[in-house]
């Protein structure tokens, strides 16, 4: 089912790739006009050109999500080129394994800086477009690590931990302005960066209820509903979108 988001600027960051390409796809179809911010230009690019291909309308910028300069920049374009942002979802990240004896400071730091500082820094510079509209949406990505545990995370699911917390205190604190805050934390889904992963795969799939890994597209259709019209009673919560992996209830 599509639905129509009226047209409004969607940014998705990191959309290069993976489940912000699809988040970025499905949001176009329901008729958001996209902006794909990520480091990956190439990969940025060629996910503007399928939304185009397709009759939507996306622009791809260049910018590294954890830099403060390049989010403004980002910022800027995306209102001359399409206007004032209304959703924003923060998917960029990355996802290291190392086990926790071995991981040196400056990588926790990086991993802090994109996964948690970095949806800090890009919500605060587009939140003011939302609250000046008194309409806004804001999707963060999680992760089931954070509900379940992850061996060898310790930096990312920390990382990913901060971010639930952040989602459930801005969802409070702009409960009444008209903008929700919400997350989705994927299970185990199909893309470039858990075929990166020192991860069975195959062996893993075969543990979960559904007996079949997540695809990209069971991401975007939660993100399509929690920008929708519909789910505008929804702020602070979790679509677990995970195969039944995890049925806790955060
Ligand atoms: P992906 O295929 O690696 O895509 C992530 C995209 O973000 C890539 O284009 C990447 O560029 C970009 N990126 C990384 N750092 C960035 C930065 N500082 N600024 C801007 N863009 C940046 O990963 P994915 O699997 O789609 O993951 C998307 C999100 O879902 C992540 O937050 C991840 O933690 C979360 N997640 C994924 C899974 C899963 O099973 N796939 C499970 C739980 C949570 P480069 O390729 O150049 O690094």
Redesign the pocket.
């Known amino acids: 089912m599509t639905r129509s988001l009226s047209g409004r600027v969607a940014v998705v ?10 988040i970025a796809k499905r949001l176009a179809e329901d008729t958001a006009k996209i902006a794909i ?4 230009f190439a ?2 690019e060629e996910t503007a050109q399928m939304i185009r291909d397709a009759g939507g309308t996306a622009i791809a910028i260049n ?5 403060k300069a ?1 989010i403004q920049a980002a910022a800027a374009q995306t209102r001359k080129e399409l206007g004032k942002i209304a959703i924003l979802v ?6 290291p394994f190392t086990p926790f004896l071995e991981i040196e400071d400056d990588l926790f730091d990086k991993v802090i ?3 948690l500082r ?1 949806p800090y820094l890009v919500t605060k510079e587009v939140l003011p477009d939302m609250l000046e509209a008194g309409w806004g949406r804001v999707i963060n ?5 954070v509900q379940s545990g992850s061996f060898g995370q310790g930096h ?1 699911v920390s990382s ?1 931990g901060g971010l639930v917390g952040m989602t459930k205190a801005l969802a409070l604190e702009f409960a009444a302005s008209g903008v929700t805050v919400n997350m989705i ?10 075929r ?2 020192p991860v069975d795969v195959d062996a893993f799939t075969k543990t979960l209820p559904m007996k079949r890994i ?1 695809q ?1 597209e069971d ?1 975007a259709a939660a993100a399509a509903y929690l920008a929708s019209e519909e789910a505008s009673y929804i702020t602070g919560q979790t679509i677990s979108t995970n195969g039944g992996r995890y049925m806790g209830s955060h």
């Open positions: 960051t990191g959309a290069g790739s993976g489940i912000g390409r699809a911010w990520d480091i990956n990969g940025a910018a590294d999500c954890s830099d390049a923060n998917n960029a990240g990355i996802a800086r994109i996964n970095g990505i999680t992760s089931s690590s990312y990913k934390p994927p299970g185990f889904i199909d893309t470039p960066m858990l990166g992963a997540g990209p991401i």
